[in-house]
């Protein structure tokens, strides 16, 4: 199978049982949102699944072979990314300095020219296109440390897209993201490349409900339920248990 494929997949430590016996795929193209009260264990599927975690036992395959005794750093190189956890922007250099780190990384050639604005063609074209992709031109010349808190969060998704992932995990990308900013947010998600698989750990109910294809409940560990936006909002007991009875209609 193409894309992310976990089977029977469980973490405990000692006697605390954090996931029992996940199934879960993520395939080509998918826009999956993964939810679930406090405590219920996203975090640990998501270290899992990425390698900061080992699994007390199940598989996980990314594109048909098993990753599951890859490391994080490997696991980046056959292509799965977490958004906010790898990547980290240097405040001082502006948003075009930033974005040519992870490319310069990527294409073997270090960091010893990332300061310099006449970087060989293939590298500016690269980063022309993610400035371009989520909309950062304004800001491409400004130090990261004068953008909003929003703006930074794109900076960062922008840097995790330059490492060329196939598939992608959104740590709560709206975390203290002001809700005059979440747009922002929500139309970096849109911009994505289509066969993408993206994966959208959040607590904020109204840019799940906007952006996620499919939706996965998460509950003491185990998956409740999945389902479209429209079957979850219309699940009782999802209501009751984690959307505090409101619908999303």
């Known amino acids: 199978m193409q894309g ?7 973490k405990r ?31 640990t599927f998501s270290n899992l699944v990425t390698g900061i975690l080992p699994p007390s036992s199940g598989t996980i395959r990314f594109d048909g072979v098993d990753i599951g005794r890859l490391n994080e750093a490997q696991r980046v190189k056959r292509g799965i990314a977490k958004t906010f956890q ?46 371009d992709q989520f909309a950062l ?16 969060r794109l900076v960062e998704l922008a840097l995790t897209l330059a490492l060329k992932p196939r598939a992608l995990i ?3 990308p709206a975390a203290g993201v002001p809700s ?7 139309q970096a998600i849109e911009a994505l490349p289509p066969d993408l698989a993206v994966l959208i750990i959040e607590h904020d109910m109204d840019l799940v409900f906007r952006v996620a294809a499919q939706i996965v409940v998460l509950v003491q560990g185990r998956i409740l339920t999945e389902g479209t ?15 505090g009875g409101h619908r999303h209609d």
Do not use: C, W
Not at 100 to 124: K, V
Not at 180 to 186: G, R
Not at 229 to 243: M, S, T
């Open 4 to 10: 992310l494929e976990v089977r029977g997949l469980s």
């Open 13 to 43: 430590f000692g006697g605390l049982t954090v996931s029992e016996n996940i199934d879960f795929d993520l395939k080509p193209g998918d826009r999956k949102a993964l939810i679930g009260p406090n405590g219920a264990g996203k975090s």
């Open 86 to 131: 790898i990547t980290t922007l240097f405040r001082d250099l502006t948003v075009r300095e930033n974005l040519r780190l992870p490319i310069l990384e990527r294409q073997g050639r270090g960091y010893s020219m990332f300061r310099r604005a006449d970087g060989n063609g293939e590298t500016e074209a690269e980063v022309a296109a993610l400035i």
């Open 137 to 152: 031109e304004p800001l491409a010349d400004k130090r990261v440390a004068d953008l909003a808190y929003g703006q930074q």
């Open 170 to 172: 959104l740590d709560e």
């Open 180 to 186: 005059s900013e979440t747009h922002l947010i929500v």
């Open 229 to 243: 936006p429209q079957e979850i909002a219309a699940n009782a007991q999802v209501r009751e248990l984690y959307l």
